[in-house]
């Protein structure tokens, strides 16, 4: 028997919650019209290119290096 220590915090614990929101968030997402989640995920491409710079050169290391 699993007690419930073992098994995680339990569903309605507050350390659930950003699991729950995370979720919310992605199925409101998925409700988007198409142009507009390519759009999104556009611009979030780009930013993300721009804000994380050290882990683009990193990856290219590693495919040079395959």
Sequence with gaps: MISA???GPAPRSIRCWP???G???MWLL???PWWLQRGLGHT???LLRLLLGSRRRAARRNIALC
Excluded: D, M
Aim: net charge positive; aromatic share 6%; charged share 5%.
């Design 5 to 7: 220590t073992s098994a």
């Design 19 to 21: 699991t729950y929101v």
């Design 23 to 25: 979720i919310a968030v």
């Design 30 to 32: 998925a409700r988007l």
């Design 44 to 46: 979030l491409g780009i």
